[in-house]
């Protein structure tokens, strides 16, 4: 079974851009989970969905959106970027409910400048 | 809310020596999971192990070995005879409401 897959892998936005990343999660998971890592604030949780719904939210600005289609992929997009939004964004993928095990992809390295 | 303390920042042990990573964690809820998350140096975490809150027996595998001690919220994770593909940050992530919430991580260095 194919595991998370994320893209791109690497990306370089200038300040006040916007970028979309994406996820593909395991086949039949439905819920997709986003974090944020940094190497000051460590993994920060930012949203999950599951069946295209937003079902929970980390505390981040609304700059940071995301959503789920109907094949459980989901995109997550940062408008107006700022340099601290530099970081690895990492996609985990799930069965159902929160309590499952989450598989981790390889992550989307951003960096602003 | 959960929170949870990876007190040791970074450890460094010789090859072969054993190694224990220090979890504590607080939480109001009655029933939740517990889990290990290993993140080599390529970025990806990697599952390791998750315990239910019920069940306080503790578990071996491998090299692997976890000591769930609920009286004190504890959930620390051994490795014997450690080997240096073990070196990686490690994640400890309790979580029984409706977010993860990660630790801040252990790095180990294990030195050949």
């Known amino acids: 079974k194919a595991g998370v897959t994320q893209t791109p892998r690497y990306l370089i936005k200038t300040r006040g851009q916007q970028v979309t990343l994406s996820c593909s999660p395991i086949?039949?998971?439905?819920?997709v989970s986003w974090y944020q890592q940094t190497p000051g604030q460590g993994l920060q949780f930012l949203f999950e969905y599951f069946s295209e719904t937003q079902r929970n939210k980390g505390n981040f600005p609304g700059r940071f959106s995301g959503r789920q289609f109907s094949n459980s992929r989901s995109e997550m997009n940062v408008s107006t970027l700022e340099l601290g939004d530099s970081a690895l964004y990492l996609c985990?993928?799930?069965?159902?409910?929160?309590?499952?095990?989450?598989?981790f992809g390889p992550g989307t390295r951003l960096l602003v400048l | 809310a959960q929170k949870v303390t990876q007190a040791q920042t970074e450890i460094s042990v010789v090859e072969k020596e054993d190694v224990t990573l220090d979890c504590v964690y607080e939480t109001r809820d009655t029933t939740y999971y517990l889990f290990w998350y290993k993140q080599p140096p390529s970025g990806e975490l990697v599952f390791l192990i998750r315990?239910?809150?019920?069940?306080?027996q503790n578990e071996i595998s491998g090299r692997y070995s976890w000591n769930f001690q609920k009286s004190t919220s504890s959930f620390n994770f051994t490795i014997t005879a450690s080997q240096v593909v073990d070196s990686a940050v490690y994640f400890c992530?309790?979580?029984?409401?409706?977010?993860?919430?990660f630790g801040t991580g252990t790095s180990l260095t294990v030195i050949p």
């Open positions: 086949s039949g998971h439905r819920s």
């Open positions: 985990a993928s799930s069965l159902a409910r929160t309590q499952e095990t989450q598989y």
């Open positions: 992530d309790p979580t029984g409401g409706n977010q993860f919430y």
């Open positions: 315990r239910n809150s019920f069940d306080e």
